[in-house]
């Protein structure tokens, strides 16, 4: 047996261990990401009409030791560009009721942080929006930048399982399925 990279791995056990114990993240693993500026949209449409829904106050958290995955968006603050559209989205969310829409879950695929290529993800967890939570499979993008975690990711999901009474226009019902997206840069949160 090669005692002398018995020796080295022993000193970096040592190290690791060391630096869990006081509570000093090792880089990448050890770290929190956060950002209360995120993008979020939906696409609806309904017979030779598409609107698009937008905020740029997504809330969003990635804990990277325990592959935790939270991100939030007040629905009050998505417009779709016409004011009466937006009260009527709210009215349809009940939004005073529901306000925010939420995905908690992990993350179900490896990330290595030490790379800086844009790395596929799945998440798995809990997507809740106007009071009804499922269970949903999403997939992104996670890429390790010096601003911090730069994401992406896309899903639909269907009005109807979440107890949303689609909203017509004339004869004309609003598709059920809802494309939606999000994207932002999620900065690492200092440990203050």
């Known amino acids: 047996m090669n005692y002398g990279i018995t020796r080295t791995i022993q000193g970096w056990l040592l190290i690791v261990v060391g630096a ?48 935790t995955v939270d991100f939030y968006l007040d629905v ?62 999403i997939d992104g993008s996670l890429q390790k930048s010096a601003e911090g975690l730069k994401v992406t990711a896309s899903w639909t999901i269907n009005m109807e399982d979440y107890d949303i009474e689609p909203p017509g226009i004339l004869f004309y019902r609003v598709s059920e399925e809802i494309p939606i997206s999000i994207s932002a840069t999620l900065p690492p949160q200092s440990s203050n």
Do not use: C, W
Request: proline share 6%; glycine share 10%; net charge negative.
């Open 20 to 67: 869990v114990l006081l509570g000093i993240p090792a880089e990448g693993y050890g770290q929190v990401y956060f950002t209360e500026n995120g993008h979020a949209e939906f696409d609806s449409s309904v017979p030779l009409h598409t609107f698009t829904g937008r905020s740029d106050q997504l809330v969003g958290k990635i804990n990277l030791p325990d592959s």
């Open 76 to 137: 009050h603050t998505i417009e779709t560009g016409i004011a009466k559209r937006d009260r009527d989205m709210l009215e349809t969310l009940e939004a005073e009721q529901h306000p925010f829409a939420e995905f908690f879950g992990k993350l179900a695929t490896p990330f290595d942080p030490d790379s800086a290529s844009p790395q596929e993800v799945t998440v798995e967890g809990d997507f809740s929006v106007h009071g009804v939570t499922n269970q949903v499979s």
